[in-house]
């Protein structure tokens, strides 16, 4: 399951198209606890293997049915949110690392997943954490992992955020967002206007992935942090070695 994931990464927008709208039915058949049944009966609770051991997470190992089991079985959109990935990895540690970047802050955690960035936010003091995923399996897999690091729940919209007037965020995190040209051209338009009207301080994880480094976005990002990334992290990620946090400034 994990390399079927992967390697739809840089096709994923042009697949949701007939997947999302089969997914909402799907989804709307179902009650939350129906869904959180699903997530507990095909992940794993981890606390290891990653950058971030402070953090736990239901996602989907070499354990679960569904890491060897046909793809097509899965009932809902394809789970990004049952993997933890690189760059959010990197988000999440250099959160913990720093704990100033996000204290006292209102924080948008974009494209959440599993809400591993948005969870660090919140444990780190911040004053309100919102996460954003489109995929509403994401929003209520969130929710879980909150619960399973002592946290309340934490308000998850499912709207896609993008080019919406922006609200009043000091910090919005977002890893692992550029692995599509699209999405990445209309993430640069709308976070230029997220930092023009309202000074929002941007923080991007990611690691090193082809869609990023060649993206004019790149012109304008101060690296914060460089992890070197477990061994285990790297297999699944064909290679890649290490994950960076980027603050993005489209003045320089």
Not at 26 to 52: C, G
Not at 166 to 183: A, R, S
Not at 225 to 244: I, Q
Request: net charge negative; glycine share 8%; with cysteine.
């Amino acid at each position: 399951m994990y390399t079927k994931i992967a390697s739809c990464l840089s096709n994923r927008l042009i697949s949701k198209g007939f997947k999302r709208a089969t997914f909402h039915v799907l989804f709307s058949t179902q009650s939350e606890d129906d869904v959180k049944n699903f997530i507990i009966d095909n992940t794993e609770i981890v606390s290891s293997r990653s950058l971030t051991p402070e953090i736990t997470l239901r996602l989907i190992t070499p354990n679960c049915r569904f890491w060897t089991e046909k793809p097509e079985l899965w009932p809902f959109s394809d789970p990004f949110w049952a993997i933890y990935w690189p760059g959010g990895q990197a988000l999440a540690r250099y959160l913990l690392n720093n704990p100033g970047v996000s204290r006292g802050k209102k924080v948008l955690d974009l494209g959440c997943g599993s809400g591993a960035s948005a969870i660090a936010a919140k444990l780190t003091g911040a004053s309100s954490v919102v996460a954003n995923d489109i995929d509403p399996i994401a929003a209520v897999a969130t929710k879980m992992n909150c619960e399973l690091n002592d946290l309340e729940p934490l308000p998850c919209l499912t709207e896609n955020m993008i080019g919406l007037v922006p609200d009043q965020w000091d910090l919005i995190l977002l890893g692992d967002m550029f692995y599509d040209e699209v999405l990445a051209d209309g993430l640069h338009r709308w976070l230029q206007k997220c930092i023009v009207t309202h000074g929002t301080q941007v923080l991007i994880g990611d690691p090193g992935r082809a869609q990023f480094e060649g993206h004019d976005i790149r012109k304008g990002l101060l690296e914060q942090a460089r992890f070197e990334l477990p061994d285990s992290v790297k297999e699944e990620n064909y290679g890649l070695t290490s994950s960076t946090v980027w603050c993005y400034r489209p003045d320089l």
